[in-house]
Structures are given as structure tokens and as C-alpha cells.
């Protein structure tokens, strides 16, 4: 087994062990759920378990940990009561996640709660020491989520962003999407007679007309892709193999591969946004080089830590 998969599987049973036991057993089907687990992987982790304990390791010094009809039971363990601590860099990445997903409007009502109770645990007045946001005129974006939930046709005035001209066109939006730092929304554009993505900051004005469509059944999943420019802040980062899921979520150009890592040029038209990554990222990525990102990464953790350090003094 790798060690990548090993630090995983390690990771799950130490949070499955206090979850067990702060609700005195759990249901089999309630666990594979929330812990992402098979069935047959379960009954491996809890063996495994099972075989663990304090010093002496003798019967009576062993956790016990089985599966009992369609229950969990762990017991004699109550040295993991407590779920392990996140690390300062540990939690600014999960918060910023949570708030990122929250701010692109796909956020459940569970996990605002939970990142508002985060938030408020570390950073008690996180605005002024971490913003995660996604660009966009907030006026056009409402009328665009409301138009695309209710179907509605929208004339628009759009700046194209290669050719830097202005056109004028009805389309039909199908859905607003948040990645690479900005909104955009997939549609049919009557002007060309086909599917097209528009960024949102770049729609000048709009109007909603009074007029409905039929929005396909199972629209194709937009394509969005960014052309780096030469007033791109651009950084050099190495990826351990665990993090290696970066090059399918954003523009990056690989400069070197090998069986421990991967190198990737990250180019971006602000720093924030691979510094949000490699905060997020934490010990499975490392800057090699981009003072900008430098700056950015110290600036963002330097405010946290110093947040997180007054709420504890307090």
C-alpha cells in the first residue's frame, strides 16, 4: 500500500473512532455514508482496529471494535474520545472551501451553519483577515441565476474577450457557474445558433425580456478555459502525488512528472487565487517560485495566525 493511501486510511479510522464513540455505536449504512467507506473496507478498518491498543498490548489492553448486526461498537478507547485537532493551516483551508462553495450559491444550509460556527472558532471577525469571493457584478448575477431558474430569454451587451469588441445579443441562459476566480453563464446565443459561456463581468448590460425557452434535459457540462496573458502573475509549485487532482480543476502547464511529483506553472491574473490553493493545499504542495504568491500566502496566513492567536488570549 502506498504511504498516500496509507496517511488516508489513517486519517478516516482516527476520525471514525471518536465519531463512534460520542454517539455510543453508530448504524453500518450511517458510517459508509458519512465516511465515504464499502462495506468490506469498514469490517478492514475496524480489524485493523481492533488490534490496537496501550503499551502491554495484552487482551485487556486492546480496543474493541466489530460490527454487531447492522451496528458499529467501538469500545475501550477512550483515549480517542476527542476528534484530532486541524491545524491553523488545516482549518483556513477548510473554512476557505466551505465559504467558496457558499459564495458560488451551492452551498446546503448544513454547511453555512458549519462554516459559520467555524469562522466564529477561529476567526471571529474573519472579514477583515480572509475574504474568499468570486468576481462578478452581484446585480447581473442575480438576474442571471433568477432568469436561468425561471427560464426566461436575456438580451445582453457582451465585451468578447479576445477581440475586445461589443455585440448584442438574446440568449437563453441554462445555468451560472463560479470557477477560476469568476462567474459565468452557459447558454444558447441566438446571434450564432449555438451552445457559448459568458463571463459575467464582461456583460455590460442586460435585459430580461418577456419571453420563455425550453432548457435541454441534459445540457453538456461547460467548457471554460483560461489563455494566460502577459500581465499574468505566474508561479512555479511542486504537487506532492495526493494533490495531484489540481491539474484536472485548473489551467496549469506541467513542467516536470516523476513517481514522487509533480512541477506545475500556475498562471493567474491575481495571486489570490494559487495562494487560496496552497493554503488549502498545505503540506501537499510547496512555492518554488512567484514573490507575488509569496506575499499573498504570508500576508493571508499572517492574518489568521494572528487572529487565531487573539481569540485564544481572549
Do not use: H
Amino acid at each position: 500500500m502506498s504511504s498516500d493511501r496509507t496517511a488516508g486510511r489513517l486519517s478516516r479510522i482516527l476520525a471514525l473512532i471518536p465519531y463512534v464513540l460520542a454517539k455510543d455505536g453508530a448504524k453500518v449504512s450511517e458510517i459508509i455514508e458519512r465516511f465515504d467507506y464499502t462495506e468490506e473496507d469498514l469490517t478492514r478498518d475496524l480489524n485493523t482496529v481492533f488490534f490496537c491498543g496501550l503499551p502491554g498490548y495484552t487482551p485487556g489492553d486492546l480496543m474493541e471494535a466489530y460490527i454487531d448486526g447492522d451496528e458499529v461498537i467501538i469500545d475501550a478507547a477512550d483515549y480517542f474520545a476527542k476528534a484530532p485537532r486541524l491545524t491553523p493551516m488545516e482549518a483556513l483551508g477548510l473554512m476557505a472551501a466551505g465559504m467558496a462553495i457558499i459564495g458560488s450559491g451551492q452551498g446546503s444550509p448544513d454547511l453555512k451553519t458549519a462554516v459559520d460556527k467555524l469562522t466564529k472558532a477561529l476567526l471571529p471577525d474573519a472579514g477583515s483577515a480572509i475574504d474568499v469571493d468570486v468576481s462578478g457584478d452581484s446585480e447581473n448575477l442575480s438576474i442571471l441565476k433568477s432568469a436561468a431558474a425561471d427560464q426566461q430569454v436575456i438580451r445582453i451587451r457582451y465585451r468578447s474577450m479576445g477581440r475586445e469588441t461589443e455585440t448584442v445579443r438574446e440568449i437563453e441562459p441554462w445555468a451560472v457557474v463560479s470557477t477560476l476566480g469568476n462567474w459565468y453563464v452557459q447558454a444558447f446565443c441566438r446571434l450564432v445558433g449555438g451552445e457559448r459561456v459568458f463571463r459575467v463581468d464582461r456583460i455590460r448590460d442586460l435585459e430580461v425580456l418577456d419571453e420563455r425557452f425550453q432548457r435541454p434535459e441534459a445540457p453538456t457540462e461547460p467548457e471554460i478555459a483560461y489563455t494566460p496573458s502577459e500581465e499574468d502573475v505566474v508561479a512555479r509549485i511542486r504537487l506532492e502525488t495526493s494533490a495531484r487532482w489540481v491539474l484536472d480543476y485548473y489551467p496549469v502547464d506541467v513542467v516536470k512528472e516523476t513517481k514522487t511529483g509533480t512541477e506545475i506553472r500556475f498562471s493567474s491574473p491575481d495571486a489570490e487565487i494559487p495562494a487560496r490553493l496552497l493554503l488549502r493545499l498545505g503540506g501537499q504542495a510547496r512555492l518554488l517560485d512567484g514573490e507575488e504568491v509569496r506575499a499573498r500566502v504570508t500576508a493571508i496566513a499572517g492574518a489568521l495566525r494572528e487572529r487565531y492567536t487573539t481569540g485564544r488570549e481572549t
